[in-house]
C-alpha cells in the first residue's frame, strides 16, 4: 500500500488516498465526524459522514482522544471551506494508536511556563510546526548557497581549551580531570581550516554563559559560521548581504502561506535587495545621543540600544568600525583609524536588533601576538593559533549569524524561545 503525504494533498492533488498522521482535532457537526489530521508535512481535514461509514466505525472514531494515530484511506478534494483548500472523503479508518485521555495541551490558551514544561508535547501546536518549518527552510535555504558558491562545510570541536568571545561567558567542563570549556565559536579552527579547504562554512551549536534574561538570548543556540581566504572587509559584507537576500527570497517564496499565517508578509522580505544601508559605530553613537540615551564613545551597544537603531530601519542595515577595546582580539583594526576594527554588526529591522556578527581577521603574526597581550590573554594558550600567521597568512574575514534570532525575526516571534524546539535559558534546562 501507498501512502501520500498531506503537503502533496494541499499542492493539488484529487483522487484516492492513504494517509497515517495523528488526530489533531476532531469535532461532531450532525451526521458529519470532523478530524484535522497532521502527518509531519501539513493538516488536513478529513470528513466521515455517518451514513457512507461502518456505524462501528464512527463509534469508535468519535470515542478516541485527540493525539491517537490513525491509518486513513478515502478521496482527496478540492474544497474552499476546508482547512488548507482541500479535504479527505473519508471511506476507511484504522485505529494504530489510542492516546490517553487528558492530554495536557488541549486547551487554547496556557501561559510559557507550562507550555516550556511540556515543550515535548508544544511542538506538536500548529504554530510550532509552522516556525520550526521556516527554521528548517532557512538552514536548507543557507546550505544550498553555500554550496553554489563553492563553500565546504567544515566541522570543528565542541570541546576547546581557548576562549574565542570572552572568558567570562565560557561554560567549563571536567575533561577527565582538565577543564576545558563548551564552544563559543567555531572562528579559531576556522582560520586554520581556511587554508587546507579555502571558503567554509557550519552550521553548529554553540554555548554562552551569558546571564541575560531578555528575550534574545539563549545559552545553547545554533550558528552559522563563514571564513573566507583572500577576503577583506568590503568583500566580506558583501557576501552577507548576498547570503541574506538569498535566504530571506528563498524562504519568502517557498514558505509563503506560512509567513503570512504567523503574521509576517513575505512581501516585505521578497523587497530586501543589496546593499544595506551601512553607518557606522560613531554615527550610532551619535543617533543615539540625538534620541535622548546615555551613552559615551567606547560603550558597547546594548539590546536595548540595538533596538532603538533598528526601529527606524525596515531593512537589514550595518553597523561598522566598533572600537578596538569592545570586539575580540582577532579583529583588523583600521590602518587610517587604529582605535577602531574592521568590523560589522548586521541587525534585522524593526526593531530585532544584531542577527550578524562579522570581521577581517588579523592576518600578521606580531600584530596578533600583541593584540593577545592588550586582553590579558596568555599566548601560550593561543600557539597554535598564533602558527596560522606563520605560514601561508592571507587576508581572510568571517561571520556568524544566529538562528534563532533570525527565525525570531522573520517569523515576528516576540520571544527568542519560540524559534527553537527545546530552548536552553539561564533558568531551564528541560525538558
Not at 499542492?11 to 502527518?39: A, E, M, P
Not at 567555531?186 to 531578555?214: C, D, H, M, V
Not at 542595515?317 to 566598533?322: C, N, R
Amino acid at each position: 500500500m501507498m501512502f501520500i503525504s498531506i503537503s502533496k494533498i494541499l499542492s493539488g492533488y484529487n483522487g484516492k488516498v492513504s494517509i497515517r498522521g495523528w488526530l489533531h482535532n476532531k469535532r461532531s457537526l450532525g451526521s458529519v465526524l470532523f478530524l484535522i489530521v497532521r502527518d509531519g508535512t501539513g493538516f488536513i481535514q478529513c470528513v466521515l459522514k455517518k451514513d457512507t461509514i461502518n456505524e462501528s466505525i464512527i463509534k469508535e472514531i468519535d470515542k478516541l482522544n485527540i493525539e491517537s494515530v490513525l491509518e486513513i484511506h478515502g478521496t482527496s478534494r478540492t474544497d474552499k471551506r476546508a482547512p488548507g483548500g482541500y479535504e479527505i472523503l473519508v471511506e476507511n479508518v484504522k485505529v494504530l494508536h489510542r492516546a490517553e485521555n487528558g492530554f495536557p495541551i488541549a486547551k487554547k490558551y496556557h501561559g510559557p511556563s507550562f507550555l516550556l514544561d511540556n515543550r515535548h508535547l508544544w511542538i506538536r501546536s500548529r504554530k510550532m510546526f509552522m516556525i520550526l518549518k521556516v527554521r528548517a527552510k532557512i538552514i536548507e535555504a543557507a546550505r544550498d548557497w553555500f554550496r553554489n558558491n563553492e563553500f565546504v562545510e567544515f566541522h570543528t570541536p565542541i570541546f576547546t581549551s581557548t576562549a574565542c568571545e570572552g572568558g567570562a561567558t565560557l561554560f567549563p567542563v571536567n575533561y577527565f580531570g582538565k577543564t576545558v570549556y563548551l564552544t563559543q565559536s567555531w572562528q579559531l579552527y576556522a582560520e586554520a581550516g581556511i587554508a587546507s579547504l579555502g571558503k567554509i562554512y557550519t552550521i553548529a551549536p554553540s554555548f554562552r554563559a551569558e546571564k541575560s534574561k531578555t528575550r534574545r538570548h539563549l545559552t545553547e543556540y545554533w550558528h552559522l559560521e563563514a571564513e573566507i581566504p583572500f577576503c577583506d572587509f568590503e568583500c566580506l559584507l558583501n557576501i552577507e548581504e548576498q547570503l541574506i537576500t538569498y535566504m530571506l527570497h528563498r524562504v519568502a517564496e517557498d514558505s509563503y502561506d506560512i509567513l503570512k499565517s504567523l503574521g509576517r508578509n513575505p512581501e516585505d522580505l521578497l523587497r530586501i535587495k543589496p546593499p544595506f544601508p551601512r553607518i557606522t559605530y560613531d554615527k550610532a553613537v551619535e543617533i543615539l545621543k540625538e534620541d535622548g540615551v546615555q551613552i559615551n564613545w567606547g560603550d558597547d551597544l546594548t539590546w536595548i540600544t540595538e533596538k532603538k537603531l533598528a526601529l527606524k530601519f525596515t531593512t537589514p542595515f550595518f553597523i561598522t568600525h566598533f572600537p578596538k577595546h569592545i570586539k575580540a582580539f582577532y579583529h583588523k583594526v583600521d590602518s587610517a583609524r587604529p582605535e577602531v576594527t574592521l568590523s560589522a554588526d548586521l541587525l534585522a529591522p524593526e526593531g530585532y536588533g544584531e542577527i550578524i556578527g562579522s570581521g577581517q581577521r588579523i592576518d600578521d603574526v606580531n600584530e596578533l601576538i600583541q593584540r593577545i597581550n592588550e586582553n590579558n590573554l596568555n599566548p601560550n594558550d593561543y600557539y597554535w593559533y598564533i602558527d596560522l600567521r606563520r605560514w601561508g597568512a592571507v587576508p581572510h574575514s568571517g561571520f556568524g549569524l544566529g538562528i534563532e534570532r533570525t527565525v525570531m525575526w522573520i517569523c515576528k516571534l516576540k520571544h527568542i524561545r519560540d524559534a527553537i524546539a527545546f530552548p536552553r535559558l539561564i533558568n531551564r534546562v528541560h525538558p
